[in-house]
């Protein structure tokens, strides 16, 4: 009786934070562990989070990926370290980046690269190439697509 109060409770609890914003389901495990469920539970609370939508690590990856993408301007492969930080699997990242229209990536990317080498006051232009993309992998641009669009950015 005592397991199935426990249960309950950690199912609220999880519920409610769900409710306020996507979770994904390896950062729910650790959550439900710090507040004292074992596998069992874990498994079981999971299951009813998923099966009544609280839960669901695909639109957690295309909500990451486009919230980062449109809000924070990152590119690819920092948002693709950050979310097998987590813990989630290639598939369901592969699937998120799908979100990413590929026109408005390289825009995004050329007007992070025209931002900054406004910014930078050093006139020597090898210099200013080095810390445009330094800051665009910074970004989690790819360095090919960094030095593809280089030259529209630097003359």
């Not at 769900?18 to 495990?29: F, M, W, Y």
Request: net charge positive; hydrophobic share 35%.
């Amino acid at each position: 009786m005592e397991e199935e109060k426990l249960t309950q409770e950690i199912f609220q609890k999880m519920a409610h934070l769900c409710s306020r914003s996507e979770q994904c389901s390896p950062d729910l495990i650790k959550k439900i562990r710090e507040l004292g469920g074992n596998s069992f539970i874990t498994q079981l609370i999971l299951e009813r989070l998923e099966k009544e939508n609280y839960l669901n690590d695909q639109r957690f990856v295309t909500t990451y990926v486009r919230d980062k993408f449109k809000i924070n301007k990152w590119g690819r492969v920092k948002m693709h370290y950050y979310l097998k930080m987590k813990g989630l699997n290639e598939e369901l990242i592969q699937s998120g980046f799908n979100e990413i229209n590929n026109e408005e990536y390289i825009e995004l990317l050329i007007k992070t690269m025209k931002e900054k080498a406004r910014s930078i006051r050093i006139t020597d232009k090898y210099e200013k190439m080095g810390q445009v993309i330094r800051f665009a992998q910074g970004r989690g641009f790819e360095p090919g697509l960094i030095h593809r669009y280089l030259h529209q950015v630097i003359s």
